[in-house]
């Protein structure tokens, strides 16, 4: 490990001395690729120096319990207890920089929520799953559009599409993906019983034109008009765009703006996502069936989280973890939580990597 780290710090040198020179500043292209590569390496480097540091100063405190007094012998033996113990914890991060990064956690990202099972309680759910979303996206400083939702006659929707713009963002959503589930008393029930609903979230890493292409005569491009809670039709213009990507047969629709122009914008990116991942999918299943991107198996079909309101708990049955501040999560609080998805998947990777 110590020989790739020094020659990861040798790197990290070199691309510093070519961003300091005043060629790199007649090519744009080539500085902002260097400066990204740079930011990438800087974590690994800067705890790694801060490892270098720590082990000459166990070798100091060695030399002191060879050579001091009883009382600066008694001083470096303290000192040392506490040097071993930073090394084991710094070694510890820095095997954890040097996995293999996802080339996908710095995108944007789009998240799909659909009502499951439970009826008009399942879509109120799928609200409730959108505001914690965006509420996450806010306190991180992102941005959030709605690219599609179709509104219930509660309050709630059958299905609301999401993107999140903001550096990052994929890496902190992306454990997201599988079925939510939510155990209260609906606001329709008049006994006062606990209904089980689910929504099931979908993430996917925004992609851009370059990453799919797409060739326009594999698509079938339809209007209709949009229509809203009740099915009442609320325009009647023919403004909702409906795209079908005839080779894989994935269909996306898009009624949300008054443009159709727009309409078609956002279907579009959605298309993109859905096929991006697609593809990810097969590369990563070829690669072999049982490695997964994400915790568990990330499939639809796998309850992943369960908000029981009675109880004021949210359990992630993935890692056993579980909260009791249902509200606050529920408002955005999602960080002690998703910081613990990524802690065991780190761990997983480390042990996938000792058994290759």
């Given at each position: 490990?110590?020989?790739?780290?020094?020659?990861?710090?040798?790197?990290?040198?070199?691309?510093?001395?070519?961003?300091?020179?005043?060629?790199?500043?007649?090519?744009?292209?080539?500085?902002?690729?260097?400066?990204?590569?740079?930011?990438?390496?800087?974590?690994?480097?800067?705890?790694?120096?801060?490892?270098?540091?720590?082990?000459?100063?166990?070798?100091?405190?060695?030399e002191i319990l060879k050579e001091g007094d009883k009382e600066l012998r008694e001083l470096a033996e303290e000192e040392l207890r506490e040097l071993?113990?930073?090394?084991?914890?710094?070694?510890?991060?820095?095997?954890?920089?040097?996995?293999?990064?996802?080339?996908?956690?710095?995108?944007?990202?789009?998240?799909?929520?659909?009502?499951?099972?439970?009826?008009?309680?399942?879509?109120?759910?799928?609200?409730?799953?959108?505001?914690?979303?965006?509420?996450?996206?806010?306190?991180?400083?992102?941005?959030?559009?709605?690219?599609?939702?179709?509104?219930?006659?509660?309050?709630?929707?059958?299905?609301?599409?999401?993107?999140?713009?903001?550096?990052?963002?994929?890496?902190?959503?992306?454990?997201?993906?599988?079925?939510?589930?939510?155990?209260?008393?609906?606001?329709?029930?008049?006994?006062?019983?606990?209904?089980?609903?689910?929504?099931?979230?979908?993430?996917?890493?925004?992609?851009?034109?370059?990453?799919?292409?797409?060739?326009?005569?594999?698509?079938?491009?339809?209007?209709?008009?949009?229509?809203?809670?009740?099915?009442?039709?609320?325009?009647?213009?023919?403004?909702?765009?409906?795209i079908t990507h005839l080779p894989t047969g994935i269909v996306v629709s898009c009624q949300d703006e008054k443009s159709q122009h727009r309409n078609?914008?956002?279907?579009?990116?959605?298309?993109?996502?859905?096929?991006?991942?697609?593809?990810?999918?097969?590369?990563?299943?070829?690669?072999?069936?049982?490695?997964?991107?994400?915790?568990?198996?990330?499939?639809?079909?796998?309850?992943?989280?369960?908000?029981?309101?009675?109880?004021?708990?949210?359990?992630?049955?993935?890692?056993?973890?579980?909260?009791?501040?249902?509200?606050?999560?529920?408002?955005?609080?999602?960080?002690?939580?998703?910081?613990?998805?990524?802690?065991?998947?780190?761990?997983?990777?480390?042990?996938?990597?000792?058994?290759?």
């Amino acid at each position: 490990m110590f020989e790739r780290l020094e020659g990861i710090e040798r790197k990290f040198q070199e691309i510093e001395r070519k961003l300091a020179s005043q060629e790199i500043l007649k090519d744009p292209g080539k500085f902002k690729s260097l400066a990204k590569e740079r930011a990438e390496l800087e974590p690994i480097v800067s705890k790694f120096r801060q490892y270098k540091s720590v082990l000459g100063k166990i070798k100091e405190a060695k030399e002191i319990l060879k050579e001091g007094d009883k009382e600066l012998r008694e001083l470096a033996e303290e000192e040392l207890r506490e040097l071993n113990s930073q090394l084991k914890e710094i070694e510890k991060e820095l095997k954890f920089l040097l996995l293999p990064k996802d080339p996908n956690d710095e995108r944007n990202v789009i998240l799909e929520i659909r009502a499951g099972a439970g009826g008009e309680e399942a879509a109120l759910f799928v609200g409730d799953l959108f505001r914690m979303y965006t509420r996450y996206a806010e306190r991180k400083g992102w941005k959030t559009e709605i690219l599609d939702s179709h509104p219930s006659s509660l309050g709630g929707f059958k299905e609301v599409v999401v993107l999140v713009k903001g550096k990052g963002a994929y890496s902190r959503f992306k454990f997201e993906s599988g079925v939510h589930r939510v155990q209260r008393v609906p606001v329709t029930e008049t006994g006062g019983r606990i209904h089980t609903s689910t929504a099931t979230v979908a993430v996917l890493p925004e992609a851009d034109e370059i990453d799919v292409k797409i060739d326009p005569k594999d698509l079938r491009i339809e209007a209709f008009g949009a229509s809203g809670p009740g099915g009442q039709n609320v325009n009647r213009n023919y403004t909702a765009i409906r795209i079908t990507h005839l080779p894989t047969g994935i269909v996306v629709s898009c009624q949300d703006e008054k443009s159709q122009h727009r309409n078609k914008e956002k279907a579009m990116k959605i298309l993109r996502a859905r096929l991006y991942e697609l593809e990810r999918k097969k590369q990563q299943e070829a690669i072999t069936q049982s490695r997964r991107a994400q915790v568990g198996s990330g499939e639809r079909s796998e309850k992943i989280r369960t908000y029981n309101f009675p109880q004021n708990r949210v359990s992630d049955h993935r890692i056993n973890y579980t909260v009791h501040n249902l509200e606050a999560v529920l408002d955005g609080e999602l960080d002690e939580i998703i910081d613990r998805l990524i802690a065991n998947y780190q761990a997983e990777k480390l042990k996938e990597k000792k058994l290759a």
